[in-house]
């Protein structure tokens, strides 16, 4: 099967030295797309700003801020079987960006911010779409109640929760625990262990989710 795996932070620019960002470090979503290549699948890796090594083998797409990264996937998500939009997206970016750096006042200074594109959203509402959608909910409260909203309001097949709300689980850490909501209501749990085996675990997941779907919709009525 062929994966398109987002991974990261992004960095919506302020100024020419200046940006806005987040703690994401790219390791789960690096992990996924080593433990998709390690099963023999293929993987387009679209990447924030990270320190992480490129999986070997993956088709490997920068993408700096939300814009970019939605370009690239808006450009590779067909020609994929399952999405993973497993990269903390900023969600807000400044109104304008300055050309020149912004010199610093005595006053206080306001930075007017503006949504960005939502990546995960305008995948689940298309209703053409052939491949299997799966979003991250990184939560520090009700992780589980908030997870299934996002699954609904995003339409996704699969949301995986975890709680960043300790430093010793979740984002910049080598480790994570997870909960797996799938659409239909099923539940699975992932228990604390290293990202390299919630990602094995989790591309086994998706994968026969994915076939499971593609059978459903090949299904010939004689
Ligand atoms: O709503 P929230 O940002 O918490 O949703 C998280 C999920 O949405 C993640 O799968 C993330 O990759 C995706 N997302 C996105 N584009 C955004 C914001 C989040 O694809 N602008």
């Not at 998500?77 to 900023?90: K, N, R, T």
């Not at 960005?116 to 491949?131: M, P």
């Not at 939560?139 to 699954?151: G, M, R």
């Amino acid at each position: 099967m062929t994966f398109l795996i987002t991974a990261g932070p992004t960095r919506e620019p302020i100024d020419p030295v200046r940006y806005i960002s987040n703690r994401s470090s790219g390791k789960m979503g690096y992990a996924i797309a080593e433990a998709a290549l390690a099963a023999g699948h293929e993987v387009t890796l679209i990447s924030g700003p990270v320190n992480l090594e490129a999986p070997r083998g993956a088709r490997l797409i920068p993408a700096p801020t939300g814009e970019a990264m939605f370009d690239a996937v808006r450009e590779h998500a067909d020609q994929s079987d399952i999405c993973v939009l497993c990269a903390a997206v900023a969600d807000y970016k400044p109104a304008n960006v300055s050309s020149t750096k912004i010199k610093k006042q005595s006053e206080k200074f306001l930075l007017e911010l503006i949504p960005t594109c939502d990546i995960l959203n305008s995948l689940g509402q298309r209703r053409d779409r052939q491949f299997a959608l799966v979003g991250f909910a990184a939560e520090t409260d009700h992780v589980e109640e908030n997870a299934a909203k996002k699954l609904r309001a995003k339409n996704c097949d699969i949301m995986v929760a975890n709680d960043v709300s300790g430093s010793d689980s979740g984002m910049e850490s080598d480790m994570n625990e997870v909960t797996i909501l799938f659409r239909d209501g099923e539940k699975k749990k992932i228990s604390r262990a290293q990202k390299e085996i919630i990602a094995r675990e989790l591309v086994k997941i998706f994968s026969n989710f994915a076939t499971k779907m593609f059978d459903k919709k090949n299904v010939m009525i004689n």
